[in-house]
């Protein structure tokens, strides 16, 4: 069982990016998946998470409107699109096998550093 992100990087403030996930070793349409983010000295965040199927989404307040979570079940894939991104928006970025209330499995994480 394992999640890859990949996507980070370096963006000025208002700038976009798209992380990716990618997901393997278990029945990834089966899952709900999740994005979460961890800046030095704070605790892990919630960001969003997507129910097996796709279609059903929710955001933490502090990314809604900004941040949108997508799903290839074809390819076993998660995304996290960001707009407008600021400068409290750097953090390492992780996916996770589960929902808000039920994770159980973690990537290794992808730096997104946003700053001019």
């Known amino acids: 069982v394992q999640l890859v992100e990949s996507g980070g990087g370096l963006v000025q403030p208002g700038g976009s990016l798209r992380l990716s996930c990618a997901a393997s070793?278990?029945?990834?349409?089966?899952?709900?998946m999740s994005w979460w983010r961890q800046a030095p000295g704070k605790e892990r965040e919630f960001l969003g998470d997507?129910?097996?199927?796709?279609?059903?989404?929710r955001y933490a307040d502090s990314v809604k409107g900004r941040f949108t979570v997508s799903r290839d079940n074809a390819n076993n894939m998660v995304y996290l699109q960001m707009h407008s991104l600021k400068p409290d928006d750097t953090a390492l970025y992780y996916c996770?096998?589960?929902?808000?209330?039920?994770?159980?499995?973690w990537g290794q994480g992808t730096q997104v550093t946003v700053s001019s």
């Open positions: 996770a096998r589960g929902s808000i209330a039920s994770k159980d499995i």
């Open positions: 070793g278990f029945a990834f349409s089966s899952y709900f």
């Open positions: 997507i129910n097996s199927g796709g279609h059903n989404t």
